[in-house]
């Protein structure tokens, strides 16, 4: 049994292993034939890639040959455009050429017809020349043979003769210069002076600047006088701790409820008269509190003039103008001048000058602008020497202003001559400011030195008997020796005396010199 069964054991397995080694033999058959099938199928593939290639290759071959042709082609075309082109520009060349050539030739004939002429031009001059000499010479010949007979009937000389008649000749001429000076100056006055009215009075009327009236003291109110002796203090020390740090006199006196503030500095001024009317509505008055009041003050009013120096210039429409050159102009809002706020003053005549400067189509923005810097060295003129014209000149140049706003500045009181109309504006209209009434206040004692100054200056010229200054110094009137002095001689001698007042006194506005001539007989019936 156990042999069978182990038989067939052995059987089964070779019956597995028999049919495993068929199936393998199946499968290796199996894959040889699909292998020869692939293999057969790759080779169609690339055959059919292979023709693909050759087809697109043609055909990429056939496009190149086209767009070369279509290349050519057009190449071929612009070619005879620009060659049409050129030929039609050589063309209209050669008909301008034969233009330009018919026209030489034109002229050229034109020149050898003149020349012909002149030709027989100078040949005819030449006999004229020759004819005019001969009447030279008759004519000369008659003239001596004029003058010998002249000299025969007069009995006089050529010599005698000439200086009788050159004496009359400048005598007439003497008069006749003096009639028609007084006629060119009387019509050259009356357009001048209207056109000069018109201006000015367009700019004073479009002009509405108010003026304040300060002087060199300050007044500040009391509340009672009580307040007179807390402000002194203690042996005096309140009093001298205000003036050591405002650098201001406090004058307290019998006036009542007032304590008066004396400096030439009016920004000193101004800080001394706020720090006080502070320390009196504060109560404490001490000199700790003292100079802490006076510092805080002195903070505020630089606060305030470079404000105030702003504002002057966002009115007036100034730009790119230097800081200091602001906080200057704001320094002269605490300066006055003949009673006349300096910065109103500035302002005014800044105006004024652009208007003018309109009127005769100059630079207005420049005008204004050297107008409102004219005055700009009484900021510091009480720190520096000298006039405040070249004071403000230098600090204007040093800030990087124009060389015509600096010559305007510098030569707004004549302390140089004008060269300008920039600098002729800025000087008439800072004398139209300065002479409009109302806006100045000069003292008595210049006031009288000025007018007798007027009145010796008329005085010194020959032939005058009398002189007055009048009309408040604006005009002198001169009355004349008749027999010392013709007609002729009194426009001479007023001309002269206004040159003379221009150059030697200083004087607002203008002066009218008037010349009086009086041709007085006397004559007694007995």
Request: net charge neutral; with cysteine.
């Amino acid at each position: 049994m156990k042999i069978d069964a182990t038989f067939e054991t052995i059987l089964t397995y070779t019956a597995v292993f028999g049919c495993l080694i068929a199936s393998l033999f199946v499968g290796y058959l199996i894959g040889k034939k699909s292998a020869e099938m692939k293999g057969a199928s790759a080779k169609r593939m690339a055959q059919r890639l292979i023709e693909d290639a050759e087809r697109e290759a043609e055909t990429k071959k056939k496009d190149a040959l086209l767009e070369v042709r279509d290349m050519s082609y057009r190449m071929q075309v612009e070619f005879e455009q620009r060659t049409r082109a050129r030929s039609q520009e050589l063309e209209n060349l050669q008909k301008t050429l034969s233009k330009k050539e018919a026209e030489s030739e034109r002229r050229a004939d034109l020149l050898a017809k003149k020349d012909a002429e002149l030709v027989i031009r100078d040949r005819g001059g030449a006999a004229r020349e020759r004819a005019i000499e001969g009447s030279e010479k008759r004519l000369k010949s008659l003239q001596e043979e004029q003058r010998r007979q002249l000299e025969r009937i007069s009995g006089l000389s050529r010599d005698q003769a000439e200086k009788m008649f050159l004496s009359t000749m400048a005598n007439e001429v003497k008069q006749e210069a003096a009639t028609m000076i007084r006629r060119i100056e009387t019509d050259a006055r009356q357009t001048a002076e209207r056109k000069a009215r018109n201006i000015i009075g367009l700019a004073i009327q479009r002009c509405a600047v108010d003026h304040t009236t300060e002087s060199t003291v300050s007044t500040v109110s009391l509340p009672s006088d009580d307040m007179k002796g807390r402000i002194i203090g203690r042996e005096g020390r309140n009093i001298r701790a205000l003036e050591a740090t405002t650098g201001v006199d406090l004058i307290i006196d019998d006036t009542p409820e007032a304590v008066v503030l004396s400096g030439f500095d009016p920004v000193r001024r101004e800080i001394a008269r706020i720090s006080l009317e502070r320390l009196i509505q504060d109560g404490r008055i001490h000199p700790a509190r003292i100079e802490e009041v006076v510092a805080k003050v002195k903070s505020e009013v630089e606060t305030t003039i470079q404000e105030a120096g702003q504002k002057v210039v966002d009115e007036m429409g100034i730009t790119e103008i230097h800081t200091e050159l602001i906080k200057l102009l704001g320094k002269l809002k605490y300066r006055t001048s003949y009673g006349q706020n300096v910065l109103q003053h500035s302002k005014e005549v800044a105006y004024l000058a652009g208007l003018m400067a309109a009127e005769l189509g100059d630079d207005v923005s420049s005008a204004s602008r050297a107008g409102l810097l004219h005055d700009i060295g009484k900021a510091v003129d009480r720190e520096a020497e000298g006039a405040h014209a070249k004071i403000g000149a230098d600090l204007a140049a040093r800030f990087n202003e124009s060389e015509s706003v600096v010559h305007a500045i510098a030569c707004h009181h004549e302390d140089e001559e004008p060269k300008s109309v920039k600098a002729v504006l800025v000087l008439a209209a800072d004398a139209i400011s300065a002479a409009r009434p109302g806006v100045r206040r000069e003292t008595l004692e210049s006031y009288i030195k000025r007018l007798k100054r007027l009145e010796h200056i008329a005085g010194s010229f020959a032939g005058v008997e009398k002189s007055y200054a009048i009309q408040a110094g604006r005009e002198i009137r001169i009355m004349v020796e008749s027999e010392e002095v013709d007609d002729a001689a009194c426009e001479i001698l007023a001309r002269d005396v206004a040159k003379k007042i221009k150059a030697e006194l200083e004087y607002p506005g203008q002066i009218k010199v008037t010349v009086i001539r009086e041709k007085r007989v006397v004559e007694y019936a007995k």
